[in-house]
């Protein structure tokens, strides 16, 4: 089940990122482009065959796994701003790209290196399972699920809201499956940090985000392409 949700991710990430490649070439909204460039990033080396390739040609010392969490880190702040702004939620937006957000987003940057580098990982292991047992591979991911949770739990209100007070039904859909998708992060972080056995669980609710905030995310572009857009202005003729 893990593996097939690994490749659907991978799948609908590869998707997106070519769904945004005409309008990035064209220099419009390159930000969500590249969001999804690392999405597919982050996904793909979750899967072993892809993490132990990489990681042998970054020395097989585990590097692919700080890749990953620096990519999320990077996929979080870039949708978390775009969702703020688009929801004109000012706290949100503060909460994000604010000293109070950024503080959030440089903490857990650097206790995530700090976590990596004071690790003993000598060879590649996918997810590290092989050295969980290290107290401060704990901390790593503990800290790498930080950061996302508290961008998910920030957007958790304003998509609510619009889920249920958006004039359009295709931008109230929308709307509902991003809240779900940040909701899905938040309780896998949540189940990360227990000593519960929720793995499955977790794979879960990682994976089906990601599916979520695509399809949220293409219908927020049909939704855009679906609008009458105004007849062009008439100038007078020059006399």
């Not at 909204?29 to 990681?55: K, Q």
């Not at 056995?197 to 695509?214: Q, R, T």
Request: charged share 10%; net charge positive.
């Amino acid at each position: 089940m893990s593996t097939v949700l690994q490749w659907m991710a991978l799948a609908v990430s590869l998707a997106c990122a070519g769904w945004r490649l005409p309008a990035a070439v064209k220099g419009r909204n390159t930000s969500l482009f590249w969001m999804f460039v690392l999405l597919t990033v982050a996904v793909g080396l979750s899967i072993p065959a892809i993490y132990l390739t990489v990681d042998g040609w970054l020395g097989g010392v585990n590097v692919a796994n700080l890749l990953i969490r620096f990519s999320l880190y990077a996929i979080f702040f870039i949708l978390a701003s775009k969702m703020a702004a688009a929801h004109r939620s000012r706290r949100s937006q503060w909460l994000i790209r604010g000293p109070v957000g950024l503080a959030a987003l440089g903490l857990v940057a650097a206790a995530t290196l700090v976590f990596f580098v004071i690790s003993d990982l000598p060879v590649s292991n996918t997810g590290l399972a092989g050295y969980s047992e290290q107290w401060s591979v704990q901390g790593y991911a503990v800290a790498g699920r930080l950061y996302p949770a508290y961008a998910a739990a920030v957007l958790v209100g304003p998509t609510a809201a619009a889920a249920r007070t958006a004039a359009r039904a295709i931008n109230r859909a929308s709307a509902a499956l991003l809240c779900l998708a940040f909701i899905m992060v938040v309780l896998a972080t949540l189940a990360q940090i227990s000593t519960l056995p929720l793995k499955p669980f977790i794979d879960v609710m990682s994976y089906g985000s990601i599916v979520c905030v695509a399809a949220g995310l293409a219908l927020v572009w049909a939704s855009f392409r679906g609008r009458p857009h105004a007849p062009p202005v008439k100038r007078p003729a020059a006399q």
